[in-house]
């Protein structure tokens, strides 16, 4: 079983949330990862070439200018 708990701040880990773990995995072994969220726009944005890519697509969907794509499926 595999689940992914998101929060806005770490603050907002409390007991429900460790009892509500406890509850759904029983007394299975389990592995806890913490890692910070990571913004993909900020990261995406990074980058002088990103951005001048992504600012010029948004403008010309902003502008109507979306390019329809069919992708055929496998």
Known sequence: MYTTYH???AADI???ILNAIKTA???KPIVLT???ESD?????M???VNKAILEKSIAQDKNGESINVNI???
Do not use: I, Q, R
């Open 7 to 9: 929060f806005k701040s």
């Open 14 to 16: 409390n007991m429900d």
């Open 25 to 27: 995995f029983k007394g």
């Open 34 to 36: 913490v890692e910070e």
């Open 40 to 44: 993909e726009t900020a990261y995406l």
């Open 46 to 48: 990074s980058s002088p």
């Open 72 to 74: 055929p499926k496998a």
